[in-house]
């Protein structure tokens, strides 16, 4: 693969050491054939078939995007939907039919949703947007290149080949997340939740068509489970670990927005965790089973490393810190696997400086407790959030019509 060096390939493949956050032991392939034992009971809607996750997909979302795309009728949509942006915007006229019903009703907020809770993890949001900023955007970028079917389908799909615009994509839907506003009436979680649906149908469609593509159709509700994981579950075990002060309500207030928001990305609701518990439980039974390194993934992870250091900090310390601080955020496991190098120096400065801001940002330790480093981490912290913040202005999640140019 161009661009993938030697070493990089050697250091993914080796040096799978002590467990990370996310008790990550072995490669994924060894323990692909483990079965599905989450119980529906644990999930929001109580109850369900219990069918294995990996065989199911999104059997309304799919063959409508399927059809739209054979039809030639994508550019056109995309078009119409690229002023679609709030919540309670009606939808433009000129719509094929059977894309307006879809959309009608996939935008509805599932009957469990609760506005009290939607409003407290929309204060939480804010007040910890630094922290969860960095968790979602950097950690959680880091864990999704390890694992193989997604960094083998970001690769290989339209957004592999321009990576910077394709995390500026993502981050669109981080950030409506994070909002305010996110599911009142003038954000735009919604819509960029369905259009990403949308997204994820596409590409169910055309990856299997690519020469690169081996395996099953891809993005199956186990898969969309296990990056949903990597976002609220794993945010949540750092904060703890990070020993944020959270009160009761704002941490089922979190999962909430994210419950609500996997509904509206077309994960069923027997599968979506009802409670921490449940969430820890479902984490544990899938991510070992789909983590581990390949080369799509070390390279991907380059490319975004790189463009962390850019926007980040002076050239001399950019890539070092990224590195260690991407090795601090994803673990040591996570870190070989998406052969990121350790850093001597940065490495145990920010072990011991991001512990120390945090630490200091919740009131609990005095100023000059904290070291020096902290400050060039919070400043890059700053840099990257704010980057992608402009980008993801300039931009829109749009319906793919091929996969990544040969
Ligand atoms: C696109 C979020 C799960 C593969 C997107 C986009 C967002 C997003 C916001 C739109 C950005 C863009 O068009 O580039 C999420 C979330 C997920 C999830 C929140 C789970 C909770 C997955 C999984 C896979 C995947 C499990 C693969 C196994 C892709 C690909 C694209 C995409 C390949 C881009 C297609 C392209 O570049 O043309 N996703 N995703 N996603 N997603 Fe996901």
């Known amino acids: 693969m161009a661009g993938l060096s030697r070493r990089k390939m050697l250091v993914s493949g080796g040096a799978l050491g002590a467990l ?23 999930s929001v809607a109580g109850s369900g078939a219990g069918a294995d996750p990996r065989w199911v997909w999104d059997e309304e979302a799919d063959p409508l995007v399927a059809s739209l795309l054979d039809r030639g009728d994508v550019p056109m949509v995309n078009a119409l939907l690229w002023n679609w942006t709030r919540n309670d915007q009606p939808l433009p006229a000129g719509l094929p039919e059977d894309l307006r019903a879809f959309i009608e009703k996939a935008r509805q907020l599932p009957s469990w949703a609760d506005s009290k809770k939607l409003e407290v993890a929309a204060e939480f949001n ?16 880091m864990l999704s290149t390890a694992i193989p079917k997604e960094a083998r389908s970001v690769y290989y799909s339209k957004g592999g080949a321009d990576m910077e615009d394709r995390v500026a994509k993502t981050s669109i839907l981080g950030f409506a997340v994070g909002a305010l506003n996110a599911y009142r009436p003038g954000g735009s979680c919604i819509v ?32 969309m489970l296990v990056t949903w994981h990597t976002l609220p579950t794993y945010a949540m075990r750092e904060l703890l670990a990070w020993k944020v002060p959270m009160s009761g309500a704002d941490r089922e207030a979190y999962l909430h927005v994210w419950q609500v928001t996997a509904h509206l990305l077309g994960i069923r609701d027997e599968y979506i965790p009802a409670t921490w518990a449940a969430a820890n439980a479902q984490s544990e039974e899938i991510l070992p089973r789909n983590m581990g390194p390949t080369p799509e993934g070390v390279e991907l992870t380059d490319i975004l490393l790189g463009q962390l250091a850019e926007q980040t900090s002076p050239a001399s310390l950019s890539r070092p810190l990224c590195n260690a601080l991407a090795r601090y955020l994803a673990g040591d496991q996570v870190a070989d696997w998406d052969g990121i190098e350790r ?49 993801g202005q300039e931009t829109k999640i749009e319906i793919p019509t091929i996969n990544r140019p040969q």
């Open 192 to 223: 960029e939740a369905v259009k990403t649906r949308l997204v994820h149908a596409a590409v169910r469609h055309l990856l299997p068509q690519s020469p690169q593509w081996t395996g099953d159709v891809p993005i199956s509700q186990e898969d």
């Open 126 to 141: 804010k007040s910890r947007g630094l922290y969860l900023n960095l968790l979602n955007g950097v950690g959680g970028g």
């Open 20 to 42: 990370g956050a996310l008790g990550v032991a072995a490669p994924a392939h060894a323990r692909s054939l483990l079965a599905w034992t989450w119980a529906p009971s644990g």
């Open 343 to 391: 850093e001597p120096v940065w490495g145990p400065l920010i072990s011991t400086a991001w512990p120390a801001l945090v630490k200091f940002r919740e009131g609990l330790i005095p100023l000059p407790l904290v070291p020096e480093a902290a400050w060039v981490l919070d400043e890059a912290v700053r840099k990257y959030i704010l980057f992608y913040l402009t980008k």
